[in-house]
């Protein structure tokens, strides 16, 4: 099997590494990873400025640009073939509930699956790495899973996994669950510049405002790692009618007369 492995904390990011290490026996593994750290870059790509991929000394590729463009490039004529998986991660905090939206972990797994490739967005639900070791073991689980059952051939899918930083022993089994969401975030912190300007810097996630049961939220809380598909349609099918209704009644021009 032919992974392609990303993150958005950067290439030198223990998560990264934890991740090739624990899954590099299952396949050929190829890292091409951002530079620096890019969290919260979503789906972002570089258009008006330069690429540039450079390797580390250990093998690692690295290049100055967000998650997506790591991935966006490696697809599109750096690895010169097509994967059968994309992994990205392993994140440092959650990306739980709304955080999906603006994730560079899940923004580089998202990418892999635009493109028709199975993709998985691994997170820990709490910063600093610890236990970093139990969660790299469950992602190598799922990934082996994945392979021996064939779940990478053919039909392509997105999966957002976020795994308890807990010691191996006490991490629950995987739960299959929906996104929960969070209240807005905190207020935005205001600082006087040596410049004398007024800098501003964003607040904080807020907590959790639907965490009920079903919820990643509620399965990550209860020590399970979850399992949320993702799809990327963001259509409101639910409302097409209701606006199509209202849409009726715009003005006409001729064309419509």
């Not at 059968?84 to 994730?103: C, E, K, P, Q, R």
């Not at 930083?165 to 006087?192: M, S, T």
Request: net charge negative.
């Amino acid at each position: 099997m032919k992974i392609l492995l990303s993150n958005d904390d950067g290439y030198q990011a223990p998560g990264i590494v934890a991740l090739y290490d624990a899954i590099r026996d299952l396949g050929e593994v190829e890292v091409v990873a951002p530079e620096h750290n890019n969290s919260a870059k979503s789906n972002a790509l570089t258009l008006h400025a330069p690429l540039y991929v450079n390797e580390a000394s250990n093998g690692f590729r690295y290049v100055n640009g967000t998650p997506a463009d790591c991935v966006h490039i490696a697809l599109t004529g750096l690895l010169g073939y097509r994967p059968d998986l994309v992994v990205s991660g392993i994140n440092n905090g959650a990306n739980m509930g709304d955080d999906t939206i603006y994730s560079g972990t899940v923004g580089a797994a998202m990418e892999g699956y635009l493109f028709g490739i199975p993709a998985v967005a691994f997170s820990q639900t709490e910063k600093g790495w610890a236990n970093l070791d139990a969660a790299a073991r469950k992602a190598r689980e799922l990934v082996q899973f994945l392979a021996a059952h064939h779940r990478t051939d053919g039909a392509h899918w997105l999966l957002n996994v976020n795994i308890p930083n807990k010691a191996y022993e006490e991490l629950k089994p995987f739960k299959v669950c929906r996104l929960g969401r969070r209240h807005a975030a905190e207020k935005v912190i205001a600082q006087d510049s040596p410049h004398g300007q007024t800098m501003y810097w964003i607040g904080a996630a807020g907590p959790a405002k639907d965490d009920a049961e079903g919820t990643d939220f509620h399965a990550a809380l209860q020590g399970h790692p979850t399992i949320t598909p993702l799809k990327v349609d963001l259509t409101d099918h639910d409302a097409l009618r209701y606006w199509s209704q209202a849409a009726s009644q715009l003005p006409q021009g001729k064309a419509g007369a």
